[in-house]
């Protein structure tokens, strides 16, 4: 199963794809023009960079690996960089809904005596199509939990030997399909070494799994806003005030400091403006996000005006207040 880290240099995928060929109803071409078919293909190569990696890898890449890739597949090739959280659907098609990304460095071949293997903790999440679904390993904290999404919990034994106890967390309000996925990926991972259980939500064990996790927390109880948020660019670049909406799967990294973006969760807008905005980009976003809210007065919508702090602003924005 393909597994990728937040702090991976390179993470190549090569595919080949064939742009024809015969259906399974049509008869058995004569062996000219198997050949033709075969010699009409293209390779992509995708680069995916890490969010924590930074650009030594990539540079290695085109001076390398790339120089090599086209020496075999010519003008067939084409490379795509991919960075983390902004992959395309068709990049994510390749993985079957089984996009792992662990926090941090490729996995130790070795660890020192007696010391202890990590608990770690995984959720299953989806921005505005399946295809998008990805496993992302995430801080251990019952607070991060939340009724509308799956949870992977490794929690290893006080042994040396790799073993443990692998727990899947279905939230109360969390998609079936996406909980059969979470299933099959925690057996994918730990199903050699460590037991799997299947809890739901306020069904869990008094003991092993609230002090694997560190303790019982409040938590989220719903994520609506995954079902409503849109989020717009408002910019001048092309000489002439544009407003523009950025795919469903967005996330904070789609946030450029010389534009002003509206975030629009279904219940709240908000007008978020960069570091590096034009004030005629601010008074025309300004004026756009207030047709936003106009249209939707019905819902009574709020208008926020958020500006970039250094560390830069999360999305705790969307949730409902």
Not at 13 to 27: E, H, I, K, N
Not at 147 to 175: A, M, T
Request: aromatic fraction near 10%; proline fraction near 2%; include cysteine.
């Amino acid at each position: 199963m393909p597994e990728c880290d937040s702090r991976a240099k390179l993470s190549a995928v090569v595919t080949r794809l064939f742009s024809g060929g015969a259906d399974a109803g049509d008869s058995v071409q004569e062996d000219d023009d198997e050949v033709a078919v075969e010699d009409d293909y293209r390779c992509i190569a995708y680069f995916w960079q890490g969010r924590d990696a930074g650009n030594m890898g990539w540079l290695t890449f085109t001076f390398s690996l790339q120089k090599r890739f086209e020496s075999m597949f010519g003008d067939k090739l084409e490379v795509v960089r991919m960075h983390q959280q902004q992959e395309n659907l068709k990049f994510l098609s390749h993985f079957e809904q089984k996009f792992i990304i662990h926090q941090g460095r490729r996995k130790q071949t070795s660890r020192e005596a007696g010391e202890k293997q990590p608990v770690e903790l995984f959720q299953l999440r989806a921005n505005g199509s399946p295809l998008a679904l990805r496993c992302v390993q995430i801080a251990v904290d019952a607070a991060n939990l939340n009724s509308e999404f799956c949870f992977i919990l490794k929690v290893p034994f006080d042994s040396e030997d790799n073993q443990g106890i692998v727990y899947v967390w279905l939230g109360k309000r969390s998609n079936a399909s996406e909980a059969r996925i979470a299933e099959d990926i925690a057996e994918k991972m730990y199903g050699q070494t460590h037991s799997i259980q299947i809890i739901n939500e306020d069904e869990e064990p008094n003991n092993f799994f609230w002090i694997g996790i560190g303790g019982r927390k409040k938590h989220d109880l719903h994520a609506e806003y995954m079902r409503y948020a849109r989020l717009f660019r408002c910019s001048n670049e092309k000489g002439y005030f544009t407003v523009s909406e950025k795919c469903t799967d967005f996330c904070q990294d789609d946030l450029a400091d010389d534009d002003v973006m509206i975030l629009d969760n279904g219940d709240q807008v908000y007008l978020w403006i960069g570091k590096k905005t034009s004030d005629v980009e601010i008074k025309l976003a300004f004026k756009s996000a207030q047709v936003e809210s106009h249209v939707h007065t019905v819902y009574n919508y709020a208008m926020h005006v958020l500006l970039q702090c250094c560390d830069g602003v999360g999305w705790a924005v969307c949730s409902r207040t």
